[in-house]
T-cell receptor, first 113, second 112 residues
Framework: GAVVSQHPSRVICKSGTSVKIECRSL??????MFWYRQFPKQSLMLMAT?????????EQGVEKDKFLINHASLTLSTLTVTSAHPEDSSFYIC?????????FGPGTRLTVL | KQEVTQIPAALSVPEGENLVLNCSFT??????LQWFRQDPGKGLTSLLL?????REQTSGRLNASLDKSSGRSTLYIAASQPGDSATYLC???????????FGQGTRLTINP
């Protein structure tokens, strides 16, 4: 299957700082990527749809000024958590896929102190 | 609004058993359906994809079926092994949309 990578795999930061997470499609081009967050023992919650060359589409209740998404190329989307607070601590996962199948990155564990 | 239900939420069985995981959708207008596996602290691994024109897919000891008329899917695992222990998630793409809608998952434990 297709490969999606994420970087970093784990990040610890102080409250008030911003954190950038990268999602890359390694062997295919992705005009659309998806960002999810997952709390412990819960399923994935879609945060936003990242569209190459245009604005991201955010799900209801997700603050677009808090979670900045940039999809500047066909293989890279970034999620920036701005002014992070402890309640933003979570597991963030991206997905992308050629055709109709979605492949997921390994996830990024964010801990905000 | 599409909702996805997975039953059971957790399952623990001895090694070697055949088992079935269930997934149902409130809106049967499913375009594609995927089954995933997630190990603790890891991302999702795609197991099987059933596309709109298909009714089932098989990969090794795994078989997934989709009944669009009822909005139900099952994942059958044959001859279970301890390495199958993980959380299994089903997700569907609704016709007209592109995003996946996930179930809450079934946490599977295979005991040696």
């Amino acid at each position: 299957g297709a490969v999606v990578s994420q970087h970093p795999s784990r990040v610890i930061c102080k409250s008030g700082t911003s954190v950038k997470i990268e999602c890359r499609s390694l062997d295919f081009q992705a005009t659309t990527m998806f960002w999810y967050r997952q709390f412990p023992k819960q399923s994935l919650m879609l945060m936003a749809t990242s569209n190459e060359g245009s604005k991201a589409t955010y799900e209801q209740g997700v603050e677009k000024d808090k979670f900045l998404i940039n999809h500047a190329s066909l293989t890279l989307s970034t999620l920036t958590v701005t002014s992070a607070h402890p309640e933003d601590s979570s597991f963030y996962i991206c997905s992308a896929g050629p055709y109709n199948e979605q492949f997921f990155g390994p996830g990024t564990r964010l801990t905000v102190l | 609004k599409q909702e996805v239900t997975q039953i059971p939420a957790a399952l623990s069985v001895p090694e070697g058993e055949n088992l079935v995981l269930n997934c149902s959708f409130t809106d049967s207008a499913i375009y594609n359906l995927q089954w995933f596996r997630q190990d603790p602290g890891k991302g999702l691994t795609s197991l099987l994809l059933i596309q709109s024109s298909q009714r089932e897919q098989t990969s090794g000891r795994l078989n997934a079926s989709l009944d669009k008329s009822s909005g139900r899917s099952t994942l059958y695992i044959a001859a279970s092994q301890p390495g199958d222990s993980a959380t299994y998630l089903c997700a569907g793409i609704i016709q007209g949309a592109q995003k996946l809608v996930f179930g809450q998952g079934t946490r599977l434990t295979i005991n040696p």
